[in-house]
């Protein structure tokens, strides 16, 4: 680590390129492990495949995309949030509740999944634990993925996936094709889909997502 961001040639071109104090001041999004895994990711294309990778293409790409996420960051930021209570789903559908909490020393994913129906009945509650995750925002996208994975194999048709992270949300509704590290779980969702013959992906405040809080913490 202390020669990927010290010492590697690469790094001290895209560090060069980026206003540093401005990208460590974003909020909510873990700047050095984003970081990290853009720079492994092109060295990988130059090695492997022989691809002439300068710095200043890392450095564009990382500031489009960060700028992204903190755009997309600001728009609950800057709203003070309502003390909201978990609402119940139309008849016939399932919601699905989920949260994650991450451990970044041991690179741990713990998910809490909760899914109730229309007269809030707890259909299925359970907790999992899952290894060798990257980062917190890694954590969060392959969390959804597993959200959806549930309704899949218990046989729900219509489902509505809720959880408290406006960022990941915004990516899953999105129909762009998403180049960063979570882009295979936004793919593998966006495949699940055709499973359903009714699935959406709603952000709520903490406060409409305890039960899913709690089996994750």
């Known amino acids: ?66 700028e992204e996420l903190k755009r997309l960051e600001e728009n609950t930021c800057t709203k003070r949030k309502e003390d909201v209570s978990w609402k119940a789903p139309s008849s016939l559908v399932i919601k699905i509740n989920f949260d994650s909490a991450f451990d970044g020393r041991r690179f741990r994913l713990v998910l809490g999944v909760a899914t109730k129906d229309e007269r809030g009945a707890v259909f299925l509650t359970h907790t999992s634990f899952h290894k060798g995750v990257l980062s917190a925002f890694a954590a969060e996208a392959l969390a959804c993925q597993l959200a959806v994975s549930t309704g899949f194999d218990n046989g729900w048709i219509r489902v509505i996936i809720e959880w408290d992270s406006l960022t990941t949300v915004k990516k899953y509704k999105s129909l762009k094709f998403d180049k960063s590290h979570i882009g295979v779980f936004i793919r593998n969702i966006q495949q699940m889909k055709s499973n359903f013959q009714e699935i959406s992906f709603n952000h709520v405040p903490r406060s409409a997502n305890k039960l899913a809080h709690a089996l994750a913490t």
């Open 1 to 66: 680590m202390n020669h990927l961001f010290r010492r590697c040639p690469i790094t001290i071109e895209v560090w060069s390129e980026l206003n540093c104090l401005h990208f460590l001041n974003i909020q909510c999004i873990e700047f050095e492990q984003w970081l990290t895994w853009a720079i492994w990711k092109d060295r990988n294309k130059k090695v492997h495949d022989i691809k002439i990778i300068i710095g200043k293409d890392t450095a564009n790409f990382v500031s489009s995309y960060m």
